[in-house]
């Protein structure tokens, strides 16, 4: 396994809609950005979203071992950050998502959003036209990379 | 009050103008983010935000209770996560903005932005072009959310 | 030294190419985001990022003594925030970014980011179009801040 299996990639976009959002009560945030960039036909975009979480579940990868761990968030948080981007993966639109969240007293829990049931949701979707932005396994890190090559 | 009064809503917009502005040494970011988009007419739009503030109030949402709980920063932090949009509130160009602010151990304390005295920040806010955004009061959150309908 | 050195200042930009950038495995972020953007010719942007950091740098700036503070975080973080613009700065493209780093349990660390080394990150960087934007030190917060005057 060498170091530099998966150098620096770059594809270019043009900028399409911009599409302002707001999330279903009750529903899973990750689902719904999943539905949204199906419905719209969005194969490749980032975005960022406000609001706040009645619950969650945060992902951490273990670097060394190859796998996620995951954390509960029982309880309602601030959605402090939250961003993302929207790529293909098998084909179908698949959301990469990061969230910040903040409890009653501003302390946080971060990372990687595997869950997150909306209590309100604002977010601003950027779709992009170009290249087919698709993942695909990559040995080196055991995620599913941007295919870039 | 039933769950799904509020369904997901979606409006697409095209992109303006990107601005990029040096906020005021001792001045607030929420006015000051107002003021800039009432100056130029902005009605619709996002942004980012990265700097350093000398104090900041934050919010936290009861979802419960339907009640914002205010917390004091009274020391200055690094911004190291802002984020917002801007839609109409009562006509008047009203910004919602989530912040991740971090102290000299970079300790984090996150929330809601209710105030914000500026040291240092840089706004990058883009401009959107579209259906009118107007925030609306919904019932089942307590909250003023935009109105999709 | 009077408050109001530095008032808001305001550039309007066009945007250009939409990049979507995944970086080099063992790469520091902020020099893969200044080849980035020497190569491409982004002399005004803004960008954010997700990933995974294996190691990095943080920056705390004590805004009354006017220096620095740096910790180091040895060990693998979530990249749960990641935002920053680039511009000039003594001619050359800068990157001046912020991040908000999670571990294991999902605590987190964050302030300016002064290197990051990437286990795996994706970017989505926006090329802007219109004045040069380039940083100028600040006597009041002894910074590099934009010069728009």
Not at 48 to 54: P, S
Not at 68 to 73: G, H, L, N, S, T
Request: proline residues 3%; negative net charge.
């Amino acid at each position: 396994m060498k170091v530099g299996h998966n150098p620096m990639g770059l594809f270019e976009y043009n900028a399409n809609k911009e599409l302002i959002v707001r999330l279903n009560y009750d529903a899973d945030l990750i689902q719904s950005i999943t539905e949204l960039a199906r419905s719209k036909g969005v194969e490749a975009g980032s975005f960022t979203a406000i609001g706040a979480l009645k619950r969650a579940k945060l992902g951490y990868y273990d670097q060394k071992n190859h796998e996620y761990r995951e954390m509960k968030i029982d309880s309602p948080h601030e959605m402090a950050s939250c961003m993302g981007n929207i790529s293909l993966k098998d084909g179908e639109p698949f959301p990469h998502v990061h969230v910040v969240l903040a409890d009653e007293m501003g302390n946080t829990k971060a990372g990687h959003l595997l869950e997150g049931i909306v209590f309100a949701a604002e977010v601003h979707l950027r779709q992009l036209e170009g290249p087919r932005l698709e993942r695909k396994y990559d040995e080196l890190t055991g995620l599913s990379l941007w295919n870039m090559e």
